[in-house]
């Protein structure tokens, strides 16, 4: 079954603790993204990847790091999280660009104390 | 990338037919037109692209006029189910469009 995968789910942690979350995709897509969605402003780009060892910033990338190692996986790091990067996350992948399809991962929720 | 405007949010009945129109003026000769669905807490769900005229599937329609600087998805039927918020994208498959700009979405709600 074609999935994006996301670990963990739900983590609560505190300030300054630096903490990765995982992507795992299974179709060999190219293309990867993360976003995070707050309430009323929608979903909006962290990092996004076009294959291994390319990626660049969407439009929130500030407190973030990514990496593309493998084409199966993107995870996102948040090397000293604050309280303001609690949110729900989303990672995605297409087969080649943003405009193609993209599947979603369910979403992790971060809470940060 | 062609920035787009949707109506923050409509309500509707079951078993009516809704739909959902996206302005899109600078669209690109490039460009695809691709809808999206999100329901409460979980990730967007593609549900139909089309790049002219009518594109149908099992899910919507997505009408689309020769000038292509608007799109239209419709629902047939609502059901409470279809109670979600609905994304219009723009961007070129095929050239670049490696960024993605999701907007506030419409959010549909359906009453009994």
């Known amino acids: 079954e074609a999935q994006v995968t996301q670990n963990p789910r739900y983590l609560i942690t505190v300030t300054g603790k630096k903490l990765t979350v995982t992507c795992s995709q299974n179709?060999?897509?190219?293309?990867m993204s993360w976003y995070r969605q707050d309430p009323g402003l929608g979903l909006r780009q962290i990092y996004y990847?076009?294959?291994?060892?390319?990626?660049d910033k969407g439009d929130v990338p500030e407190g973030y790091k990514v990496s593309r190692k493998e084409k199966r996986n993107f995870p996102l790091i948040l090397e000293s999280p604050s309280p303001n990067q609690t949110s729900l996350y989303f990672c995605?992948?297409?087969?080649?660009?943003?405009?193609?399809?993209?599947?979603f991962g369910d979403g992790t929720r971060l809470s940060i104390l | 990338l062609a920035k787009t405007t949707q109506p923050i949010s409509m309500d509707s009945y079951e078993g009516q037919e809704v739909n959902i129109t996206c302005s899109h003026n600078?669209?690109?000769?490039?460009?695809?037109i691709t809808w999206y669905q999100q329901f409460p807490s979980q990730g967007p769900r593609f549900i139909i692209q089309?790049?002219?005229t009518k594109v149908t599937n099992e899910v919507a329609s997505l009408f689309i006029p020769a000038d292509r600087k608007s799109s239209t998805l419709s629902l047939p039927r609502v059901s409470l189910s279809d109670t979600a918020v609905y994304y219009c994208?723009?961007?070129?498959?095929?050239?670049?469009?490696?960024?993605?700009?999701f907007g506030a979405g419409t959010r549909l709600f359906v009453k009994a």
């Open positions: 995605a992948s297409s087969s080649s660009n943003g405009a193609q399809p993209q599947h």
């Open positions: 179709m060999n897509h190219e293309y």
């Open positions: 990847s076009m294959n291994v060892e390319v990626t």
């Open positions: 600078n669209i690109a000769t490039n460009d695809y």
């Open positions: 089309g790049y002219k």
């Open positions: 994208l723009v961007g070129s498959p095929y050239t670049g469009g490696f960024k993605t700009i």
